[in-house]
């Protein structure tokens, strides 16, 4: 089964950095692909999840959390179509936040930052380990959605665009990578 690994809180505003491409040169007998700067890593094969965070953690020059899922959870989360309509808005840009661990209980939703209609984000849906949101830019100022997420579910997360997802999708469904 494949894994799908995200580093949490490296390579932003110019701490925890580090180079995704070395990493994965490194790992390259575990056949890892880097998406990126942002710490995201599509990993096929059948690599234990506690075979992968050994040898990342061995070689990763900073300290990070890694949230690591099986592929078939994010190709299965993109292949539902989540988001409401209202995400083809133009303005509104579509992230997920993937969370330590599962949720015990679905929270009410949706849960805005800062709330009412001017809101910034707005979390619309939780799926496993997935919570969906919604983001959008009024003024100057912007609202965290990673921070959003962790506050409101008490939960460490990390948060990619909607297109790294579909990216994920594509690498394990082309072949490239087994599901």
């Known amino acids: 089964m494949s894994l799908v690994l995200f580093l949490r809180a490296v390579n932003v505003g110019g701490h ?11 790992l390259a007998h575990l056949g890892v ?3 990126g700067a942002a710490g995201t890593f599509v990993v ?16 990763l020059p900073v300290p ?5 899922c099986p592929g078939r959870d994010v190709v299965d989360l993109v292949s539902r179509h989540p988001f409401p309509n209202e995400s083809a808005d133009k303005d509104v840009r579509r ?7 599962r949720l015990p209980k679905a929270p009410p939703l949706p849960l805005a930052g800062p709330s009412g209609s001017r809101w ?8 496993g380990r997935f919570a969906l949101s919604l983001y959008r830019r009024l003024g100057p100022s912007s609202v965290d959605i990673n921070g959003l997420v962790e506050k409101h579910f ?26």
């Open 16 to 26: 925890q950095v580090f180079r995704p491409s070395l990493l994965a040169k490194q």
């Open 33 to 35: 692909m880097n998406l």
């Open 44 to 59: 096929p094969g059948t690599v234990s999840q506690q075979a992968l965070r050994t040898e990342v953690r061995r070689r």
């Open 64 to 68: 990070a959390e890694l949230m690591i």
């Open 95 to 101: 992230f997920v936040s993937v969370m330590s661990r």
């Open 120 to 127: 910034q984000v707005s979390i619309v849906g939780v799926s």
């Open 154 to 179: 008490d939960v460490s997360a990390t948060t990619r665009n909607w297109n790294t997802m579909c990216k994920i999708r594509d690498l394990l469904e082309g072949g490239r990578a087994s599901r």
